[in-house]
């Protein structure tokens, strides 16, 4: 039997180059020889979007069309819908029990993320506990390996954590030890230097962006702002084109060649941005051009993640009966 990879996104908006290189080209590849379910986590998004469902539901077929159109094969891998899968819940509801509100506070990704929402004493207990209902996500399909973008990682370890504890409680090995896996190129920077590109950041480059936007795009880039003139020596690091070049450009020796030029002065921004905008068409082109046939019959994508949700939910669904049984609980 295939190894098992469960990973997906929240529908907060249509997937950018951060999630292509964190994630979507490793799923792409590792479809061929692993059994990959990708969750579409509409009921994640609900915990900091709880006013907006609309939007997250609009962002479904964004996101399935997403996944499409950068090369998730529907025949390889399953999409589906979380919300779809109540059983989901359920194991989340018994799961809660085997962490501490302490230990979800220390969640590094999740600390972060209440300090961006500025939650402060509203913070919503959902919000709280969401690393609780994504391990349910994981540990329902058994899954060996989450490929997901470096922020993702606290998850997983906390994930590992209730496995474990499932396991010693409960006197049987029943979830098994789960792996994430990180993009090649570690996390790409938002155009404007900032540590995470992010849409609600306002600082990322759609998969499905036009290509008038990505030069317009390329052009606000951060570079170096004490290179000036042309004939000054410029500085690489922290440079977003060249963080963006090291990403994307297939030729590593010319960026090399192309850094040392800057470095010593004679080498303007406009020949760099120039061919960045170029390489970013080539890794977008593609992916617009299947993008925009798949979105001609929408029906059709959604009614694949229906499909997709079926099948999954009967997977989830064995995995929390025989975890119920386990604990002894539902079968009085
Ligand atoms: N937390 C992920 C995100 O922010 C989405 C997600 C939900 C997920 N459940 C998951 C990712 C399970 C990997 C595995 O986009």
Do not use: W
Request: net charge neutral; with cysteine; hydrophobic share 40%.
């Amino acid at each position: 039997m295939k190894p098992i990879i469960l990973t997906g996104d929240r529908p907060t908006g249509p997937l950018h180059l951060g999630h292509y290189i964190g994630s979507l080209k490793n799923r792409v590849i590792l479809q061929e020889t692993h059994k990959q379910y990708l969750i579409i986590a509409d009921a994640q998004a609900m915990t900091d979007n709880f006013k907006d469902p609309q939007m997250i539901r609009e962002n479904i077929l964004e996101v399935a069309l997403d996944y499409l159109a950068v090369g998730i094969d529907p025949t390889l891998s399953t999409i589906f819908v979380q919300s779809m899968i109540p059983e989901l819940f359920e194991a989340t509801f018994y799961f809660l029990n085997l962490v501490t509100v302490a230990r979800l506070e220390r969640n590094p990704t999740v600390k972060s993320e209440i300090a961006q929402k500025n939650f402060e004493k509203n913070l919503p207990a959902g919000f709280l506990t969401y690393p609780v209902s994504q391990a349910a996500d994981i540990l329902c399909f058994h899954a060996d390996l989450v490929p997901v973008g470096d922020d993702q990682n606290p998850m997983i370890e906390q994930t590992n954590e209730i496995a474990q504890r499932f396991n010693h409680l409960y006197q049987k090995e029943f979830f098994k030890k789960v792996k994430a896996l990180g993009g090649h190129y570690g996390r790409l920077p938002g155009i404007d230097g900032k540590a995470k590109m992010s849409k609600s950041l306002g600082n990322s480059i759609q998969l499905s962006e036009p290509y008038e936007q990505i030069k317009k795009k390329v052009q606000k880039m951060y570079t170096d702002p004490h290179h000036l003139h042309i004939d000054d020596p410029g500085q690489v690091e922290g440079n977003v084109v060249f963080t963006f070049l090291d990403a994307f450009d297939p030729d590593a020796e010319e960026i090399l060649r192309l850094k040392e030029h800057y470095r010593r002065g004679g080498l303007g921004d406009g020949v760099l941005k120039q061919r960045l905008t170029q390489v970013l068409e080539e890794v977008i082109a593609p992916i617009r051009a299947r993008r925009s046939e798949f979105a001609k019959d929408k029906g059709e994508v959604l009614r694949l993640c229906r499909k997709g949700s079926e099948e999954a939910r009967q997977v989830v669904a064995t995995t929390v009966t025989e975890m119920k049984s386990i604990m002894g609980v539902g079968t009085f």
